[in-house]
T-cell receptor
Framework: GEQVEQLPSILRVQEGSSASINCTYENSASNYFPWYKQEPGENPKLIIDIRSNMERKQTQGLIVLLDKKAKRFSLHITDTQPGDSAMYFC????????????FGTGTKLQVVP | GALVYQYPRRTICKSGTSMRMECQAVGFQATSVAWYRQSPQKTFELIALSTVNSAIKYEQNFTQEKFPISHPNLSFSSMTVLNAYLEDRGLYLCGARDWGSSYEQYFGPGTRLTVL
């Protein structure tokens, strides 16, 4: 299987608090895990990614963790702001003669004042 | 740098007609191109994966008869939505892999299809 599960589907947090989104994947051959942010009416933008040779990556208020054994990866947004409100998608990349990504089902993040 | 262009950005077609969309890779060699569709309020579904000099692989819910794809060289791919209906509306993305990269895909801005 190559499904990517993503939870929660909706996440509502107070401004200034942290938000966490979790994804699991099935194919142990996956080697690249990007996260995308999509604003209404826009196309998705890559915000952070992690490769399979890493367990943790941090940049500008974003932290991604990867547990290859459990086939699980997560995005943590620290000190959330209203501008962080958007849809977030995780993805797992597969390389099998070509490269493609399986996307998670998406999380709608709402940051309330 | 590596860039991917898609054309058109937005398009409207009548139900039952066909729509062709293009994907252009600039600054790298796109050895494989994956096409995705995001239906309204949904996630991105893989339609097919096209690799130069290999057969195009379609996902279970998509067929060549409905979404024919052309990938004639390392910089260009096109896909047509034949006989479009309401359920075909959405954002169509192409993602191209760089010959020199084993990880990232570079995505185009997408073609947003509206079906009347």
């Amino acid at each position: 299987g190559e499904q990517v599960e993503q939870l929660p589907s909706i996440l509502r947090v107070q401004e200034g608090s942290s938000a966490s989104i979790n994804c699991t994947y099935e194919n142990s051959a996956s080697n690249y895990f990007p996260w995308y942010k999509q604003e209404p009416g826009e196309n998705p933008k890559l915000i952070i990614d992690i490769r399979s040779n890493m367990e943790r990556k941090q940049t500008q208020g974003l932290i991604v963790l990867l547990d290859k054994k459990a086939k699980r990866f997560s995005l943590h947004i620290t000190d959330t702001q209203p501008g962080d409100s958007a849809m977030y998608f995780c993805a797992a990349s597969y390389s099998n003669s070509g490269t493609y990504q399986r996307f998670g089902t998406g999380t709608k993040l709402q940051v309330v004042p | 740098g590596a860039l991917v262009y898609q054309y058109p950005r937005r398009t409207i077609c009548k139900s039952g007609t066909s729509m062709r969309m293009e994907c252009q890779a600039v600054g790298f060699q796109a050895t494989s191109v994956a096409w995705y569709r995001q239906s309204p309020q949904k996630t991105f579904e893989l339609i097919a994966l096209s690799t130069v000099n290999s057969a195009i692989k379609y996902e279970q819910n998509f067929t060549q008869e409905k979404f024919p794809i052309s990938h004639p060289n390392l910089s260009f791919s096109s896909m047509t939505v034949l006989n479009a209906y309401l359920e075909d509306r959405g954002l169509y993305l192409c993602g191209a892999r760089d010959w020199g990269s084993s990880y990232e895909q570079y995505f185009g801005p997408g073609t947003r299809l509206t079906v009347l």
